[in-house]
């Protein structure tokens, strides 16, 4: 199947920046559409973002629309989130995604394990 891992994630201060990378491998995922949720402590786990296999098409939640940008490179296998002038409340354990669309978490099949984001005040 799909294997994903994510990385990226770490502590930074209000206004700063994060890449994450999600770098999938197994079945090539070249074909499937990917994509990102977040979960903080306490919380449910929530949709940020997510981009057709073609990157033609993209959806964002609107806590993150007009700030993050998701793209792909598919000759890397890689998906990524651009996460500038971040805030305090994007503190949460990120999640890459595979299959699937939209902005229901059963929709995709594969998840990675998780990189955390902390972003202080």
């Known amino acids: 199947q799909v294997q994903l891992v994510e990385s990226g994630g770490g502590l930074v201060q209000a206004g700063g920046s994060l890449r994450l990378s999600c770098a999938a491998s197994?079945?090539?995922?070249?074909?499937?559409?990917m994509g990102w949720f977040r979960q903080a402590p306490g919380k449910e786990r929530e949709f940020v973002s997510a981009i057709k296999w073609n990157g033609g098409s993209t959806l964002y939640a609107d806590s993150v629309k007009g700030r993050f940008t998701i793209s792909r490179d598919n000759a890397k296998n890689t998906v990524y989130l651009q996460m500038p002038n971040l805030k305090p409340e994007d503190t949460a354990v990120y999640y890459c995604v595979a299959g699937g669309w939209g902005l229901i978490t059963t929709n995709y099949g594969y998840w990675g394990q998780g990189t955390q984001v902390t972003v202080s005040s």
């Open positions: 197994g079945r090539t995922p070249s074909d499937d559409n």
